[in-house]
């Protein structure tokens, strides 16, 4: 994936979440911001349910996000 022309874009919505992991895993800084992309709104929506402030649930943004990067495989 590193290095040479891609046949998808990773913000492509024709991409799967193996495919952006997989290239988040190979070090693809573009298909890791295709993934949080995909999913803010989501990460977003659940603190808010629980009746969190903007700033809480941007405080469960950066966490999940650093939780979610921290976890991937290499």
Request: aromatic share 12%.
């Given at each position: 994936?590193?290095?040479?022309?891609?046949?998808?874009?990773?913000?492509?919505?024709s991409w799967s979440d193996e495919q952006l992991i997989d290239a988040c895993r190979a070090g693809d800084a573009a298909a890791w911001n295709a993934l949080l992309e995909k999913?803010?709104?989501?990460?977003?929506?659940?603190?808010?349910?629980?009746?969190?402030?903007?700033?809480?649930?941007?405080d469960i943004f950066q966490a999940v996000c650093l939780e979610l990067y921290e976890e991937l495989p290499r």
């Open positions: 994936l590193l290095g040479g022309p891609r046949a998808l874009n990773p913000a492509s919505a999913y803010q709104r989501l990460i977003y929506a659940i603190p808010f349910r629980y009746g969190a402030t903007a700033s809480d649930a941007d």
